[in-house]
């Protein structure tokens, strides 16, 4: 790595959406056969200047070479035409063709087209660098890996020679991230540059050979990783010291809140998405659950909270003195009263608990309206939550009255969390809290979390971060295909060890 | 006993228009446009082709019209109809985005008007007894057939009995099912109408395949009106004699699964079915006659249930079918 050639220069790149500057005169080197890991918060303009790359912006300032040679990229044809490929976040495939049949589309080869011949081809790439990947397979019928596994030898087959992945293991296991690691190396050994675009500090140390820090659309440095440290790159990340555990008081007192047995649910095409699930939530407890994304954890919180017809099975809930009281059959109203409450942040945020067209006041309402007597809306008490939310939570927001959409994605998330929080809940069921959410608002809403576990709330936290729900969670509820492969104790629990629990029941086999 | 050899060319005959239909519509429905201005096409392609053929023999003495232009002047005028209907359909749903559904119904009112008032002053013109235009000299060179058909019995009734655009319709449906499935082409198309983003990604132009396949569709359907008017109806164009084939042409869409090539066994069923009554023996009871026209869109309805029941991936509608592409939108 001592001669090193770039690749690709961006000089001085700046680029602005109304009076929002995405990018402000970025310097960046990306070397030939090495894996550089573009590092920021969100927001801070690192998936911008990778589109710029990629050909979907177009940078209002500044120029980019690729091997010593000034190009103008125009539109994703252009990135190709320059050997630069792309994988974003949202995979762009067409569902109902197979592998072999996305991977030529759009390809303007000579002749006719021979989908043997192109399979043989992906088959020879895919030996080349140790994919696994049957080129007959329809889309619709891959798990996420291999969805990403077609997009990278999409742009391998186009004779892509610098690519840029956006987040590729915000979807995957551990043991799928190894395998994708694995790969990548290869691909670097094989000559190709590889960016990956990542908040993940673990990622950068594993992964990467040198890493790039933006904040705030700026280019703050680079270093090589071997000679930087988790700490070193957090403080460059956020700008200032910040202390990177997250805290985990033991459990007070923990008494059973909630007791979920033998529940089946299934769902409107029939199948079967939670299969015998049986576990029990305690007051003054974080009970994590961990799984593949779409393995039954937002069936199970729905259950809970009365939005899904149950199969079979039974969910008690405790009140303080022990009483126990079935949940199924009531409805979501009922449920609520009870104190249980529901955060779930779907994928696109909005989707569940917030009306994107009206403002935080309005949407802190939704929780209150059937409250008092008078036919007339009581305003006054939602505004002042409102505005104690956005005081406690530090809500990026020009007012009150702001509509919710117009909210960046984790102000979004803060409104949600911080109203189901108000509500005094007994018990807290929130899913993909921190989706998306940059270092410092992710450990917000953790504190946030904690204290209502210190108040004995019993908390059911969905995460996807194995990580967090290792150093947050007492104890660890893992889901795999809607059954439950086991409960694990969250302080002596190994990462491995729940990554297999979450792609088999029963975890580990033999010779793994 | 069933007279199965004087059944089969009825049912074939009255599934040629239905194929035609379909096989355009199955084309447009593959690029994300739901046409359910079809029956309007239809009728627009069947009228325009009359035009043709009147003028052309309202100028030239029955005795000197010659083949290629009695053929080629109602083929020309119904494609020039039918692909006027499609581009104002494009023009309306891709370009300004309007809603295809009502874009739709509104070009078959549109079309049906077309038809019937360019039909009523035909037939004013010819100052003729009955409400309809007789155009026999032009259908006796479509409904030519081969000299020696009439001489193979049974099988020259089953296989030889048909105009030359009977026989065109089933290539073209063959040729459309080669197409989409198997070429490049064909790739993008179905790529444009499942995901218009990801086709567009891939550098794939989304308005040019729309306007391509929509307007290639509508001229394949047009001719289906014109198959109707000048080789089924004998030449003979009366106002609303076509009947509800165009709809039913779009059920044939859904009944096929979207593939051309299975519409040309599926259109003869319907239009077996369509004419089953005739040979059934009802006696006088008109209403069991109607029971009995009811039979294609019954099985439609039913290969409707049996289709979602086995949520195929393949045998569902294209993904992005009915929506309107923006590309700037999230």
Redesign the interface.
């Known amino acids: 790595m001592e001669n090193k050639v770039a690749a690709v220069k961006m000089r001085n790149i700046t680029k602005t959406f109304g009076n929002i500057t995405a990018n402000d005169k970025v310097w960046l080197d990306i070397y030939k056969g090495e894996i550089l890991a573009l590092l920021g918060e969100n927001g801070s303009g690192k998936t911008t200047l990778m589109n710029m790359l990629s050909g979907i912006y177009f940078p209002d300032e500044g120029q980019i070479f690729i091997n010593g040679r000034e190009v103008v990229i125009r539109s994703p044809k252009d990135a190709f035409d320059n050997g630069i490929g792309m994988i974003h976040q949202h995979f762009k495939l067409v569902d109902v063709l197979s592998a072999a049949e996305n991977i030529v589309l759009g390809l303007r080869e000579k002749g006719k087209l021979d989908l043997n011949a192109v399979s043989k081809r992906i088959t020879e790439l895919c030996e080349k660098y140790g994919f696994d990947l049957d080129p007959k397979q329809k889309i619709y019928d891959m798990s996420v890996s291999q969805k990403q596994t077609v997009e990278i030898v999409k742009l391998l087959y186009r004779g892509a020679d610098i690519l840029i992945l956006d987040e590729p293991t915000a979807v995957l296991t551990p043991q799928e991230t190894d395998k994708l690691f694995a790969v990548l190396r290869n691909m670097r050994d094989a000559g190709k540059t590889i960016v990956i675009i990542t908040h993940k500090l673990n990622e950068v140390e594993e992964l990467s050979d040198r890493v790039a820090i933006l904040r705030r659309g700026r280019f703050v440095g680079d270093m090589k990783t071997s000679e930087s440290n988790a700490a070193e790159l957090t403080n460059m990340l956020v700008g200032h010291p910040v202390t990177l555990s997250i805290e985990r008081p033991e459990p007070k007192d923990p008494k059973k809140k909630i007791e979920v047995k033998h529940l089946s649910v299934r769902n409107i095409d029939g199948i079967l998405k939670l299969d015998d699930v049986s576990f029990e939530a305690r007051s003054g407890e974080i009970l994590g659950i961990a799984g593949i994304s779409g393995c039954g954890q937002k069936e199970l919180l729905e259950a809970i909270a009365g939005l899904q017809t149950v199969e079979s099975g039974s969910i008690t809930y405790y009140d303080e003195n022990g009483n126990p009281e079935e949940l199924i059959g009531k409805d979501p109203l009922e449920i609520m009263e009870l104190g249980v409450s529901l955060s779930f942040v779907p994928e696109d945020r909005l989707g569940m608990g917030l009306v994107g067209n009206m403002d935080i006041s309005e949407n802190m309402m939704l929780r209150s309206f059937r409250h008092g007597k008078s036919p007339f809306l009581n305003r006054k008490n939602p505004y002042a939550l409102a505005g104690k939310i956005i005081k406690d939570l530090d809500v990026n927001t020009p007012g009150i009255n702001t509509q919710v959409r117009k909210l960046s994605g984790g102000n979004v998330q803060k409104v949600l969390v911080g109203r189901e929080i108000a509500l005094a809940p007994k018990v807290l069921l929130t899913a993909y809290a921190v989706r998306g959410l940059d270092i410092n608002s992710s450990y917000t809403i953790y504190d946030l979390i904690n204290k209502q576990k210190e108040k004995g709330v019993a908390v059911i936290y969905v995460g996807e971060d194995l990580d967090v729900l290792l150093e947050l969670s007492d104890r660890i509820l893992v889901l795999c295909g809607g059954k439950v492969s086991g409960i694990v104790d969250g302080r002596s629990a190994q990462k491995r060890e729940v990554g297999l629990m979450m792609t088999r029941v029963g975890g580990a086999k033999d010779g793994e | 006993m069933f007279d199965l050899v004087s059944f089969i060319p009825r049912a074939v005959v009255q599934s040629i228009p239905l194929l035609y239909g379909s096989c355009g519509e199955t084309l447009t429905e593959k690029s994300g446009n739901l046409n359910l201005g079809i029956p309007g096409v239809m009728y627009t392609g069947g009228i325009c082709g009359v035009i043709g053929a009147f003028l052309y023999e309202q100028a030239v003495p029955a005795a000197e019209m010659k083949a290629v232009f009695a053929i080629g002047v109602p083929l020309l005028c119904s494609l020039l109809g039918s692909l006027i209907m499609g581009l104002i359909y494009c023009f309306l749903t891709v370009t300004l985005r309007a809603n295809q559904n009502v874009t739709g119904l509104a070009i078959t009112t549109f079309g049906i008007g077309i038809g019937n008032f360019f039909g009523g002053s035909l037939i004013k013109l010819t100052k003729s007894e009955v409400p309809s235009i007789a155009l026999s000299a032009t259908h006796k060179y479509f409904a030519a057939q081969l000299p020696f058909a009439k001489d193979l019995g049974w099988f020259g009734k089953i296989f030889l009995s048909y105009g030359f655009m009977a026989y065109a319709a089933i290539i073209i449906a063959f040729i459309t099912a080669y197409i989409i499935k ?3 082409v064909g ?2 198309l ?2 444009v109408g ?2 218009p ?3 567009d ?4 132009n989304v308005s040019r395949y729309k306007y391509g396949a929509t307007c290639i569709g509508s001229m394949i359907a047009g001719l289906g009106g014109l198959y109707y008017v000048m080789d089924y109806a004998c030449g003979v164009w009366s106002n609303d004699a076509f009947g509800d084939r165009g709809w039913l042409a779009i059920a044939l869409v859904i009944f096929t699964v979207w593939r051309p090539n299975v519409g040309v066994p599926a259109s003869i069923l319907f239009g077996g079915l369509y004419i089953l009554y005739l040979f059934i023996p009802t006696g006088m009871l008109l209403s069991v006659k109607e029971l009995y026209k009811m039979l294609p869109y019954l099985v439609t309805l039913i290969v409707l249930v049996l289709t979602s029941m086995r ?1 195929k ?2 045998s ?1 509608p294209p ?1 992005a079918l009915g929506l309107s592409y923006f590309r700037e939108e999230r």
Not at chain 2, 201 to 204: E, F, K, M, N, V
């Open positions: 198997k070429t490049r790739l993008e179905r790529a499942e995901n983003k990801t086709a990604a891939a550098g794939i949520n991936r393949e569902q993904e």
